[in-house]
Structures are given as structure tokens and as C-alpha cells.
């Protein structure tokens, strides 16, 4: 969506105009402080890395230099190439921290900072650090600097903490915050735990060379999901917090240079990286929040490019119903049955807990400038606070519903590949009829799969 040039090439265009800035005297001799004008913080180390790519790109002969720091790396070396200058800093907040705390960075020059992905810096739990650097450092306060907040979706707690670090502030939505871009065509296909590997075996061979990146939930999901792949024949690279940095930057590169055209990955790789050409997004796991789900499948259809992206979708997934409905429907993309029904089920439950005290439902994504106390007052619309934590239906709700639908004329009725009832043979066996059958890796698919509807 280019959001990173949309800050470097203003800060740097300020940085060239103002020129350079004296730093403190040193203390005790320490001549090696650096004292960098802008400061980005991101999530994790492989968007930092891909923040301070782009910043060497904007700066190329310039007189201004960029450096990068994260954890998980020798930072022997980091202060080595830190020694060297840092007009630009882009760092993770810890070890950031770290690095204050060793006297070896200093902000008290600082004009620009920007928190990249902020939510998801918050997220991963860094609110401490990012205040200890914020508010409790020498860096200027907030009418002394320019200080910019950005991310894909903006829930209310973290409009509220911009409070804090926003000066005379101008929020901007471009767009729906929280929405899903037109490029990208989504499907969600109800299946089984059980069904899983079978399902992804049947859509990997759809498109074999196709940049696929491939979403689990959990670290152990990721690498057994690789080995299982691997044991299929399939060039597969799986990326995680357990992996080295190394080992996440060489999965990456062998992602994007389509050596290993299928990456399993954990939400890790979901926020913020810039991967072109991924053509599918699948998420073998649907995460709990919806909000994680935008930034998953906007791995695809970036820069005006098309995508697909397809969800598997079961019985533990209800309590985003209602959301995934929505990011649906906003996108004018097709809604199964199924899902209408679900989301019906789960408003009536919502509707019950607020009429007996159980809560409300968590807000939607309108873009909404919650930080403005007169907003606030003049409407109370909008989303609500934090909900009953119960997932939404009973046992023989949804599910059921999605059995009643597909039994009777609508099984086998159409050359929807996803209509059937999965648990009693239908869809999935329609999608081997329609995919050849056989051994997988055989298998010639029906050009028009995609676009076929009931």
C-alpha cells in the first residue's frame, strides 16, 4: 500500500531541509552515543528489517544514514554498525530499551518518532517498553516532536493511548479501518479438524507454482504442517518465533524468490511485510480476532494486484462470525449459508447477555476517532466494551444448521465445489470429482473453480 514511504519520504525530505542537529556533550568520554532525529519502533524483527531496507533505499548518497536493531541478533555487531551513525533508527522496543540502558542511544535529538503497527506492538505486550522509551527517556515531549501512529485496524484502546504520545493530533482513515481490500476474493469453506491436510493437499494443487503463504496458530502447528508437506513432495518453509533470525531471514528469501513457493507461517509474518506476488492466502487456522484476520489475507492483492484468499472454517471458530459476516459483506464477497445462519445465532445470544448483564459484543472497526472526549459524549454509538468471553450459540446450533442446509436437493444439486455436506461426503467429494480424484499430486482441476457458484 506504500504507508512505508508515505512517513520516510517526509521525515527524510524535513531531515535534508533542517539539516543535521549537535548532539550532548558526551559524559565521561563516551564519544559514542548516537543520537538519531528519527526514531520508527515496529513490531518484529522482520518488519523492522524491511522498514530500514526501504529507509537505505530513500537515503541512497545521501548524508543521512539508517541503522537497525532487534532482538534475537548479535548485538555486538548492532553496536558496531550503531557506532558508525544513526540519523535514522529503526528498532524494536526492547531491545531499544536495551540498548538506552547501556548508554549506547540517546533521543534526546529526536523530531520524528513513529510507532509501526502499533497495536500489535501492544499486543506482544511491549506497552512497558514503549512508555519506559516514550515518556520516561530524554526524548522531547509531545509538542516538541512530530510523532506518527500507524496500522491497519485502530481498536479503541489504542486511540485511547495515543492520548499520550499525540500532540495536536489529525486522525486519518483512509478508508474503513479494519476492512479488507476488493483485489483480494475471499472464500470460507467449512471444514472438519480432520479434513484439514486433505483440503489444503486439494487447493495446494490448484495453483503448484502460486506463492502460497499458509496461516497456523501455533509454533508446533507450523512445523508439523511443514514436515507434512515436505513428506508430500512439496518445496515448504515454515517461519516462527522459535526460529533464529537467521533461519527466518532465509525462509523469507527463499519465499520471495519462489524457491519454496509454500510458507507455513504463525502471525508473525501477518503484520505489515511486504512479500509481492503472493497469490493465495490460506488460513489453515482462523485466528480468534478479526482484526488479525484483515492483516493475515492483506498478505495478497497488494499494489493493485489480485488474490484469493480462503479460510477453514469449524465449529471453534464461531466467535467470529458475526465479524468475518461483516468484512464479508463490506467487501461484497459471497457469504456461505451457513455463516448467515451462524451470525444470526450469535447476535441473538449477544442480544440476551446485554438484556441480562452479560456484556456487549466488541465493537466493529468504524473509523471513529475515539480519543475526542466531545466525540464520545455526542455519540455513544459505535462498538461496545469487552463481552461475556462465552462463545456465541449452543451446541446444536450453527452447525446444525449448516447440516440442514446442504441435505436435501441443495447436495450435489450445483458445480459449487464447496456445496455438500463435508461430514457426510458431500462437498469434499465433489471437490474430488471436480479435481480429477485419485493421488493428489495427479489431479487436473476445473479451470473454473473459483468463480463456480450455487
Not at 291 to 312: K, N, P, W
Request: proline residues 3%; contains cysteine; neutral net charge.
Amino acid at each position: 500500500s506504500g504507508k512505508t514511504a508515505a512517513f520516510l519520504l517526509p521525515i527524510l525530505h524535513m531531515i535534508f531541509e533542517e539539516g543535521p542537529v549537535r548532539s550532548p556533550q558526551a559524559k565521561f568520554g563516551n564519544n559514542r552515543k548516537q543520537y538519531p532525529l528519527c526514531l520508527v519502533m515496529a513490531p518484529t524483527r522482520e518488519l523492522a528489517s524491511q522498514i530500514y531496507d526501504e529507509a537505505r533505499k530513500f537515503s541512497y548518497r545521501s548524508m543521512v544514514r539508517s541503522c537497525v536493531v532487534y532482538g534475537g541478533a548479535d548485538i555486538g555487531f548492532q553496536t558496531r554498525d550503531l557506532d558508525k551513525g544513526a540519523h535514522l533508527l529503526v528498532a524494536t522496543p526492547g531491545r531499544l530499551n536495551d540498548l538506552i540502558q547501556r548508554g549506547r542511544v540517546g533521543l534526546a535529538n529526536v523530531r520524528y518518532l513513529v510507532l509501526d503497527e502499533a497495536d500489535r506492538m501492544l499486543d506482544m505486550g511491549f506497552e512497558p517498553q514503549i512508555r519506559e522509551i516514550v515518556e520516561r527517556s530524554d526524548m522531547p515531549t509531545t509538542g516538541q516532536r512530530l510523532t506518527l501512529m500507524f496500522s491497519a485496524t485502530f481498536p479503541k484502546q489504542i486511540q485511547e493511548l495515543a492520548r499520550d504520545f499525540l500532540h495536536d493530533y489529525v486522525f486519518l482513515a483512509i478508508g474503513r479501518v479494519g476492512s479488507t481490500s476488493q483485489n483480494i476474493t475471499q472464500k470460507i469453506v467449512w471444514v472438519e479438524e480432520a479434513e484439514k491436510r486433505s483440503f489444503l493437499l486439494d487447493l495446494l494443487n490448484i495453483q503448484s507454482d502460486a506463492l502460497t503463504l499458509v496461516f497456523v496458530e501455533t509454533k508446533r502447528g507450523a512445523d508439523m504442517l511443514e514436515e507434512f508437506l515436505c513428506n508430500h513432495q512439496y518445496s515448504v518453509n515454515s517461519i516462527h518465533g522459535d526460529r533464529s533470525q537467521a533461519q527466518r531471514e532465509e525462509a523469507l528469501k527463499s519465499f520471495k524468490n519462489a524457491r519454496t513457493p509454500i510458507l507455513v507461517a504463525t502471525s508473525v509474518a501477518a503484520r505489515g511485510l511486504d512479500i509481492p506476488n503472493v497469490k493465495h492466502v490460506i488460513n489453515f487456522d482462523l485466528p480468534s480476532d478479526i482484526d488479525e484476520y484483515v492483516h493475515r489475507i492483506g498478505r495478497t492483492g497488494r499494489a493493485g494486484m489480485l488474490g484469493q484468499a480462503t479460510s477453514f472454517f469449524n465449529e471453534k471458530n464461531r466467535n467470529i462470525a458475526v465479524d468475518l459476516l461483516d468484512i464479508l459483506s463490506e467487501s461484497h464477497q459471497e457469504v456461505p449459508e451457513w455463516l448467515e445462519g451462524l451470525s444470526k445465532e450469535a447476535k441473538k445470544d449477544n442480544f440476551s447477555r446485554r438484556n441480562y448483564g452479560g456484556g456487549r459484543r466488541a465493537g466493529g472497526f468504524g473509523a471513529r476517532d475515539y480519543r475526542n472526549p466531545t466525540q464520545l459524549r455526542g455519540n455513544r454509538g459505535g462498538g461496545g466494551g469487552g463481552g461475556g468471553g462465552n462463545r456465541a450459540g449452543s451446541s446444536t446450533g450453527g452447525y446444525n444448521n449448516h447440516q440442514q442446509q446442504w441435505d436435501g436437493s441443495n447436495s450435489g444439486a450445483s458445480g459449487n465445489m464447496w456445496s455438500g455436506d463435508h461430514s457426510t461426503g458431500g462437498g469434499y467429494d465433489r471437490f474430488q470429482q471436480q479435481t480429477g480424484g485419485g493421488n493428489a499430486n495427479s489431479r487436473q482441476p476445473d479451470q473454473s473453480w473459483w468463480d463456480s457458484t450455487s
